[in-house]
């Protein structure tokens, strides 16, 4: 079930009233300062533009699962081919589970892409922040799960000061009072 969206939605109000299940819609806006000729004076016009023009539709979260490893504790659920010759799964037989396919996977271009547009990365360090200083529009940095409160005070701050998104910002960051 891949759901293309070609150009032909330019504006926001068709953006937000188009009928597409289960699909995010990527719009940033962006504001500008422009100086009136005629007054001299400064206003703030916001305009939107399309980052992405797919919509996100995830294809599966379903794990595959190895035939019969619910049946026999010996056989592990990580997924393998059946190769048997009488193999009901290999032969696709109806009501058996499902194998692995390529029209499973998602979109090339909004693979890995979270809601707001952008992708993770995985952030140990302050000195890491600094690899998404040029790339602060595709990637959001993301801490790790082992860093320091302390660590992470100091994280946060130099992406904000870098002006990179950082995803789980709050995390182990706020105090009880």
Not at 106 to 133: C, E, Y
Not at 157 to 170: D, E, F, M, R
Request: glycine residues 6%.
């Amino acid at each position: 079930m891949k759901m293309k969206l070609k150009s032909t939605l330019t504006t926001t109000y068709q953006l937000q009233h188009a009928k597409m299940p289960a699909a995010k819609k990527h719009i940033k806006i962006v504001k500008k300062r422009t100086l009136n000729a005629t007054t001299g004076s400064m206003r703030t016009i916001s305009t939107h533009i399309i980052i992405c023009a797919l919509y996100i539709v995830v294809m599966g979260t379903k794990r595959f699962h190895r035939h019969q490893s619910d049946t026999y504790m010996c056989v592990d659920p990580a997924w393998r081919k059946p190769k048997g010759i009488d193999n009901r799964v290999r032969r696709r037989f109806k009501g058996q589970m499902a194998m692995p396919s390529i029209g499973y996977g998602s979109n090339k271009k909004t693979r890995h892409l979270m809601p707001s547009g952008h992708k993770a990365f995985l952030v140990q360090n302050p000195r890491d922040v600094d690899l998404l200083l040029m790339h602060n529009q595709t990637f959001a940095a993301e801490i790790g799960h082992a860093v320091s409160s302390r660590k992470r005070v100091e994280i946060v701050a130099k992406a904000k000061q870098l002006g990179v998104k950082v995803t789980n910002a709050k995390a182990r960051v706020t105090t009880e009072s």
